[in-house]
């Protein structure tokens, strides 16, 4: 399987899906471990992929997502940002709501 068929099939795995730096118990980076703190402040249901277990799809994601950096926050199969935008947004409120709709966090 290429690595943008594997990309998708995680994707269409999972409502919510996180890209990251290590696994969600042990983050490899900063970034990564926030962004997981902002989920599980959450309570969110999401999976977690760490992309050091695959380099092929660390790469591939890049150019498939156009965005360079990781963590990368996948809702609903569509990008919604890193670090500083999944912060950004859990920090308004927005991010609670989005999870919400897409079933990984109970409506208030």
Do not use: H
Not at 7 to 33: N, R, W
Not at 73 to 88: Q, R, S
Request: proline fraction near 6%; aromatic fraction near 10%.
């Amino acid at each position: 399987m290429s690595a943008i068929d594997r990309i998708k099939t995680q994707l269409a795995a999972a409502p919510v899906v996180l890209y990251m730096k290590g696994t969600p118990d042990f983050p490899q980076c900063g970034f990564s471990a926030q962004t997981v703190g902002a989920l599980k402040a959450l309570g969110a249901k999401f999976e977690a992929v760490n992309i050091f277990e695959d380099p092929e799809v660390r790469e591939t994601l890049k150019s498939f997502s156009n965005w360079p950096t990781y963590p990368q926050l996948y809702v609903n199969g569509e990008l919604i940002g890193g670090c500083d935008i999944t912060l950004e947004m859990y920090r308004s409120g927005e991010l609670k709501e989005l999870l919400a709709q897409a079933g990984a966090v109970a409506a208030q």
